[in-house]
Structure formats: structure tokens, C-alpha cells
């Protein structure tokens, strides 16, 4: 059951190229959704998010647009750095669970290499 | 900066032993989750708890596995009798607010090696 997909398992990237990772989803009540960074051996850590009422959401070098007619978000990072060198989590959740549960549904990530 | 704690960080267990996870929450968050992933494929939803019970769960979750609150600040996975297939990295998440509204914080992970 793969309501939310990562359909590139890794990307390489020049520094100081644009990276543009890709992630679509299939259940329509999401409605929140977010991008976690992920070192090996380490927990994921939040990069940052969108709710479904907005299209576009930036903090530093960091963007996310959402399509919602294509059910389609990417993650834009510009300009890729040598330490943006990690794997990327697409996730998703839907405000109608109940009370207390965020249940975060995963994609399988995206691999992104920066090279100097 | 407040972080997830979680011990142990590598555990090996033989089949059929029982395994408890423990994970201290940021102090001020409400909702606390288990996910796990095995290796080479994706973070998988185990369980949320929220104001002293279980919110939801997954088909993963089932008999061999609870989770208990048992003081104020630590949360634990428990697995009753391992199998080979429970190995895997377990994260343990917390949240200050619920659905939708914010971000889920995640420990560095334990990892369980059933052999």
C-alpha cells in the first residue's frame, strides 16, 4: 500500500546546483505534509513542511511546492551543498485521524548526493 | 536543544526473548509514536499514544507488541517473543501538538538484531 511514493531512489547533484527531489502521494485526505533528512545511523530530522491550503513554503535554502490537483510535492534546495548529502523522506498525514495521532506515512526516500 | 532519547542504541536478542525499547520524549510534548524501519526500505508507522493510551496503530502492531508509559518521562516498546522479521531500527517520535499541526521530533533509532 504505497500512498506516498518517492519514484527516484537516489539523485546526484552538482554544489551549488539546484536539487529538486520528487514525491507524489495517492490518498486524497492528506493534508499536511513534510520532508525529513535522514544521516545514517541517525533519527530523521524535520526540514520542513506544507499544509494542503498552501502551494509553496520556503525557509532558507529549503523550498516545498505542492500540487494538490496532481497530488505531487517536490523539494527544492538551492544551492546544494556538500552537507545536504543525506537520504530524503517525503511524509504525509491526514488531519481527519483521530484526536492524538499523527500517523506520518512514509515514502521510500531519495538518495541525494552532493558532489564539489 | 531539547532531543528524543533512546536506549539502547544496538541491541542482539535471540529469537523468541523478549526486547523492551525505551525512548525519553522532548519534555513538554504530548504525543509520542514508535516507527521502525527495516533495512533498505521505509519508515513504517508502528504505533501513537496519546494522554495515557494508544491512538492508533498498525497491522505491524500486533499481540507480541505493547507500549507502556510508565512514569512521567519514559515511553517503551516492548516485543514479547522476537522474530528474525522485528529486526530492524526502531524510532522513537514526539509531537507537542496534534494532527496536522506540526512536526514529529525523532530519536537517533535502536537498533534490534534478532538472531
Known amino acids: 500500500d504505497q500512498q506516498v511514493k518517492q519514484n527516484s531512489p537516489s539523485l546526484s547533484v552538482q554544489e551549488g546546483r539546484i536539487s529538486i527531489l520528487n514525491c507524489d502521494y495517492t490518498?486524497?485526505?492528506?493534508?499536511?505534509f513534510l520532508w525529513y533528512k535522514k544521516y545514517p545511523a541517525e533519527g530523521p530530522t524535520f526540514l520542513i513542511s506544507?499544509?494542503?491550503?498552501?502551494d509553496k513554503n520556503e525557509d532558507g535554502r529549503f523550498t516545498v511546492f505542492l500540487n494538490k490537483s496532481a497530488k505531487h510535492l517536490s523539494l527544492h534546495i538551492v544551492p546544494s551543498q556538500p552537507g545536504d548529502s543525506a537520504v530524503y523522506f517525503c511524509a504525509a498525514s491526514a488531519r481527519t485521524f483521530p484526536q492524538g495521532a499523527q500517523k506520518l506515512v512514509f515514502g521510500q526516500g531519495t538518495r541525494l548526493t552532493i558532489n564539489p | 536543544e531539547p532531543e528524543v532519547t533512546q536506549t539502547p542504541s544496538h541491541q542482539v536478542t535471540q529469537m523468541g526473548q523478549e526486547v523492551i525499547l525505551r525512548c525519553v520524549p522532548i519534555s513538554n510534548h504530548l504525543y509520542f509514536y514508535w516507527y521502525r524501519q527495516i533495512l533498505g526500505q521505509k519508515v513504517e508507522f508502528l504505533v501513537s499514544?496519546?494522554?495515557?493510551?494508544?491512538?492508533?496503530k498498525s497491522e505491524i502492531f500486533d499481540d507480541q507488541f505493547s507500549v507502556e508509559r510508565p512514569d512521567g518521562s519514559n515511553f517503551t516498546l516492548k516485543i514479547r517473543s522476537t522474530k528474525l522479521e522485528d529486526s530492524a531500527m526502531y524510532f522513537c517520535a514526539s509531537s507537542r501538538t496534534g494532527p496536522g499541526l506540526g512536526e514529529l521530533f525523532f530519536g537517533e533509532g535502536s537498533r534490534l538484531t534478532v538472531l
Open positions: 490518498n486524497s485526505m492528506f493534508d499536511y
Open positions: 499514544f496519546y494522554n495515557n493510551e494508544i491512538s492508533e
Open positions: 506544507i499544509s494542503s491550503i498552501k
